[in-house]
């Protein structure tokens, strides 16, 4: 009967019934922000996110991003209560101090394409009360490559140059004070909280120069991206038209005592580049990385040997000293019979160091690997001697 009862009586008084539930109606307003926020996370069905894998093809090589550290959590006033304990005393917590945002470099990430325009930190949790503080926001870390400046302005703020170095982009807020903080002999009930402190935000401007061993300087269709082909496994556009490679590519050479190397092709230069011509300073930064160079010439044009000349101009107008650095010339297209018909008088001009080679068919590749490994063990010798670490692929 008791059940029939209860079964009978309307769902208020069933509520009521229960003593700690009451039945109030949905807000609009509510449900439709609730609405809104699930259509954000799902997404249209129709668009699909791009993997890392195509995002690396849009290769980026700045980006200005807006960085906010979280902010800090907010004291509370309140006072311990317990039976027959009538001045149990101020116990409000702490808030918790707010997530900070650091950079990260990272050897997988080969491009600023996957770093977001915007960051905003976690923000720490309220104090509690019987003294428990708030939880701290925990840190933001973001993915940058290996070789990233942090610039703000024109301040370089840190140069993330190695595997695993951190820069704290923006600090997080401190926590504010929970009364218990503010108890003296002279205030026994304070009842005085403070809120938290928001985050620090700041404008950074990242800015990505190649890290690798050697660098190929040439004009544009010199045949580098064909030589990065044959000397290592990667896949450059190659065709018969100049300005073929837009972007950076990355090629690490393997010898057999399991030494690697790592080439960057670097797209083609023409004469005035220092002065922002053609793709100018957007590539000329990643030269600046690579301690020796590798200057590759067409040898089938008239008169090759000027284009190691207007490239070593180039250069050193750009940066003082950048020509001067360890390298070795490359006379590319020894398979035409014109380039092995003017070899002799490329030599005449630059020395005997000048390699013979094709990197369509492969002749003389061997000359230019035994090269460039003699560069990299002679660069590595000098750096061991100030100290420093070889850059390892």
């Not at 302005?153 to 504010?176: C, F, K, N, Q, R």
């Not at 990355?250 to 010898?255: A, M, P």
């Not at 790592?262 to 922002?276: E, K, M, S, Y």
């Not at 080679?357 to 002679?378: F, I, V």
């Amino acid at each position: 009967m008791a059940s029939l009862r209860l079964f009978s009586a309307s769902p208020r008084a069933v509520l009521e019934g229960l003593g700690c539930w009451t039945l109030r109606p949905a807000s609009p307003r509510l449900f439709s922000l609730c609405c809104v926020d699930c259509a954000k996370h799902q997404g249209s069905p129709g668009k699909k996110l791009l993997s890392e894998k195509k995002l690396k093809r849009h290769f980026v090589d700045h980006r200005r991003v807006l960085v906010r550290g979280g902010r800090g959590g907010d004291g509370v006033t309140c006072f311990h209560s317990e039976p027959r304990k009538e001045f149990g005393g101020p116990d409000g917590g702490d808030g918790g101090s707010g997530g900070a945002v650091i950079l990260r470099a990272d050897r997988q990430v080969k491009s600023l394409s996957l770093v977001l325009s915007r960051y905003q930190g976690l923000d720490g949790e309220d104090g509690g009360r019987k003294n428990c503080f708030g939880r701290s926001g925990r840190p933001l870390h973001i993915r940058v490559p290996v070789g990233t400046l942090v610039k703000e302005g024109s301040e370089v703020l840190a140069d993330l140059s190695h595997p695993g170095d951190e820069y704290i982009a923006a600090l997080g807020g401190t926590g504010g004070k929970g009364n218990r903080f503010f108890l003296a002999n002279d205030n026994r009930a304070p009842t005085t909280c403070t809120p938290g402190q928001p985050g620090q935000e700041r404008v950074l401007f990242l800015e990505l120069k190649t890290v690798a061993h050697a660098g190929m300087v040439g004009f544009p269709n010199a045949g580098k991206s064909s030589l990065l082909r044959a000397i290592s496994n990667a896949k450059p556009a190659v065709a018969s038209y100049p300005f073929t490679t837009l972007n950076p590519h990355v090629g690490v050479v393997h010898y057999e005592d399991h030494q690697q190397i790592a080439v960057a092709d670097i797209p083609g230069l023409i004469r005035g580049a220092h002065q922002n011509r053609g793709l100018g300073f957007a590539f000329l930064r990643h030269i600046e990385r690579c301690p020796f160079l590798l200057f590759v010439v067409d040898l089938s044009v008239p008169e090759p040997w000027t284009q190691v000349y207007d490239l070593k101009q180039e250069l050193e107008k750009y940066a003082e000293g950048l020509s001067r650095r360890p390298h070795a010339i490359v006379a590319n297209k020894i398979d035409l019979p014109q380039a092995r018909a003017r070899l002799p008088q490329l030599r005449a001009h630059l020395g005997q160091g000048a390699i013979a080679l094709s990197a369509a068919t492969g002749e003389n590749l061997e000359e230019l690997l035994l090269r460039l490994k003699e560069l990299h063990d002679g660069h590595v010798a000098v750096g061991l001697e100030l100290g420093h670490q070889p850059l390892r692929w």
